[in-house]
C-alpha cells in the first residue's frame, strides 16, 4: 500500500508544480488554492509512506514521478517545446525510478 500512495503522491507533486505556474506567482486565486491543496496532499502522502519505506528510494521515486509528469504535463498543457534531448532525458529519469524502485525490492 506504501507503493501506492507514494506514487499517487508524486503525481500530485506534478499537480502542485503545474498549479504553482498556472498561479502566476500567487496572483490567481484558484491556481494558488489548488497548489496548497496538492502540496499538503503530496507531502502528507510522501510522509505516509516514509513510515515504511526507505528514504532515499522512497523520496528518489517521489521526486522521479513528480519531474516526468510535471515535464510531460507541461509539454501538453503548457506548449512546452520536445526535443530528443528532452524525452531521452525524461526516459532516463523513468529508468531511474524502475531502479531505485529494484534496489528496494532487492532486500
Known amino acids: 500500500m506504501a507503493w501506492i500512495v507514494l506514487i499517487v503522491s ?8 503545474l ?17 496548497v491543496v496538492l502540496l499538503v496532499a503530496s507531502m502528507g502522502g510522501l510522509a505516509w509512506a516514509l513510515k515504511t519505506l526507505p528514504v532515499g528510494v522512497a523520496y528518489g521515486v ?17 506548449d512546452e517545446a520536445v526535443s530528443v534531448l528532452k ?12 531502479g531505485l524502485n529494484l534496489s528496494s525490492s532487492a532486500h
Open 19 to 35: 498549479s504553482l505556474k498556472a498561479s502566476d506567482g500567487f496572483t490567481k486565486l484558484w491556481p494558488s488554492i489548488l497548489f
Open 62 to 78: 517521489w521526486v522521479g514521478i513528480g519531474a516526468a509528469v510535471t515535464a510531460v504535463l507541461a509539454i501538453v498543457v503548457f
Open 87 to 98: 524525452i531521452v532525458s525524461l526516459a532516463l529519469i523513468v529508468a531511474g525510478v524502475v
Open 10 to 17: 508524486g503525481m500530485l507533486e506534478a499537480g502542485w508544480a
